[in-house]
């Protein structure tokens, strides 16, 4: 059984930073593409950011760009991270893990496997 675990939500101030990390288990996930995406109260899931199998792919939303970095660890290629920083309260959030055949297919909504989510809470 595929499972994606999300961790490292919480409360942070307006300018603050958080770091997001996702355990993935059940099989490998070496070939596959990972990311996060993200939903906000009375709003649509909406992709944040994507990383290939091998990490040498990276796509991320226009809204997070500069702000967000998304790493994939080399000895663990089961684990993805994402890295947020400059937070603003428009950035709140459940932050979704997701697994997906290709980075940029999994950026358009190709999503194989989706984690239960984290929430992310940025007070102003």
């Known amino acids: 059984q595929v499972r994606l675990v999300e961790s490292g939500g919480g409360l942070v101030q307006a300018g603050g930073s958080l770091s997001l990390s996702c355990a993935a288990s059940?099989?490998?996930?070496?070939?596959?593409?990972m990311g996060w995406f993200r939903q906000a109260p009375g709003k649509e899931r909406e992709f944040v950011a994507t990383?290939?199998?091998?990490?040498?792919?990276?796509?991320y939303a226009d809204s997070v760009k500069g702000r967000f970095i998304i790493s994939r660890a080399n000895a663990d290629e089961n684990t993805v991270y994402l890295q947020m920083n400059s937070l603003k309260p428009e950035d709140t959030a459940v932050y979704y893990c997701?697994?997906?055949?290709?980075?940029?297919?999994?950026?358009?909504?190709?999503?194989?496997?989706w984690g239960h989510g984290t929430q992310v809470t940025v007070s102003s």
């Open positions: 997701a697994a997906g055949p290709t980075a940029a297919s999994l950026s358009r909504g190709s999503v194989r496997d």
């Open positions: 059940g099989r490998t996930f070496s070939g596959y593409a």
């Open positions: 990383v290939s199998g091998t990490g040498s792919m990276i796509h």
